[in-house]
């Protein structure tokens, strides 16, 4: 697994593994100094940028306290002295419990195919030896990848698995605000976020939640690029020591992500068809004509413009860093380029 060492000092390191990382930012808002930043997280995980979740800030206040690494509910963050990982009853990813398989299972594979992390797998050997109508095999969950959700157990027929989550939490999104960009959809670890499909002449909503799937992580919500979502942890559900201390400090306002990517154009290989000026979420949400495509009737634009038949950034402070323009643009005429934090 990938390591990266953000910062030593004597004896001790502050590690980070960024393959366990979901996005979340919970260790950004425990964070009693601001060490930690965390920025463009739907171009991340939409693979529109190549950098990582997170990374440290450059102001060097850390005081080695442990708070971020003991609410990161994936563990991706470690603290360890002369090269051993410190770990107590203080953590919340060594205190949740493991998503555990009994000996009911019949192996079906209905968890290996819904799971979203694909971080279980079924190993059937064949048909069982005492008489039952049951499959011989061994169903194994990968703790590393697990991300606590819940599909495997609810899709179980014979509830052979425990799944324990490690936040309680409220969601709402504002219909008015979100563009259907699916920014969200992709960054959810989960799966507890889709498009919902419908008949003729039926209206839904622009995007479903899936509380029974929902971490309560608040990635969807750094994500969104018009901020239609909010999320809020209202508990830690594992029992870990001075759970009251770190819940006080995630339950708070939801952060807002740094600024960790800019908006690169290419003039010359602009066709000025325009679809990026019309898909960008924070121009959609300026004007409801220019959402439904109607780019000539709307003089001015927040983000992304076209003229004299060319792509150019209006204002770069906007952008959400989703990169659905980078997406849709046909000839990569526009795009989203890592940047350090301001």
Not at 46 to 51: C, E, K
Not at 145 to 160: E, I, K, L, M
Not at 203 to 209: F, I, L, N, Q, S
Request: hydrophobic share 35%; proline share 5%.
């Amino acid at each position: 697994m990938r390591e990266v060492v953000f910062e030593v000092r004597e004896d001790r390191s502050q590690v980070y593994l960024p393959e366990r990382c979901i996005g979340c930012g919970t260790c950004v808002a425990a964070c009693p100094k601001g060490e930690l930043v965390i920025g463009s997280v739907g171009a991340v995980a939409r693979g529109v940028i190549d950098r990582d979740f997170l990374s440290k800030g450059m102001a060097k206040n850390c005081v080695f306290c442990a708070v971020c690494a003991r609410v990161c509910p994936r563990g991706a963050l470690e603290f360890r002295r002369d090269g051993k990982r410190e770990i107590d009853d203080g953590y919340l990813h060594s205190a949740l419990s493991p998503t555990t398989v009994n000996d009911y299972c019949v192996h079906c594979g209905l968890c290996e195919e819904v799971c979203p992390q694909r971080c279980i797998k079924v190993e059937v050997k064949g048909l069982a030896q005492d008489g039952s109508l049951n499959l011989e095999g061994e169903t194994i969950v990968d703790q590393d990848r697990c991300v606590h959700c819940g599909w495997c157990a609810a899709v179980c027929p014979t509830r052979a698995i425990s799944v324990k989550k490690p936040f309680s939490g409220e969601f709402s999104r504002d219909d008015g605000a979100c563009q259907a960009c699916r920014t969200c959809i992709s960054v959810c670890p989960a799966g507890a976020l889709f498009n919902r499909r419908w008949g003729q002449g039926e209206r839904v909503e622009k995007v479903t939640h899936r509380p029974g799937a929902c971490l309560s992580c608040g990635a969807c919500a750094l994500a969104c690029p018009v901020s239609a979502i909010t999320v809020s942890k209202t508990g830690i559900i594992p029992d870990v020591k001075g759970k009251g201390g770190l819940l006080k400090r995630i339950s708070g306002p939801a952060i807002r992500p740094a600024l960790t990517s800019i908006l690169v154009t290419d003039e010359q290989a602009c066709l000025g068809c325009g679809n990026c000026v019309i898909a960008c979420p924070v121009n959609a949400m300026s004007d409801a004509y220019l959402a439904a495509g109607h780019l000539n009737e709307v003089d001015e634009k927040p983000l992304l413009e076209v003229e004299n038949g060319s792509i150019k950034v209006v204002n770069q402070d906007l952008c959400g860093s989703c990169g659905t323009c980078s997406i849709i643009c046909p000839v990569q005429a526009v795009r989203l380029k890592s940047r350090e934090a301001i």
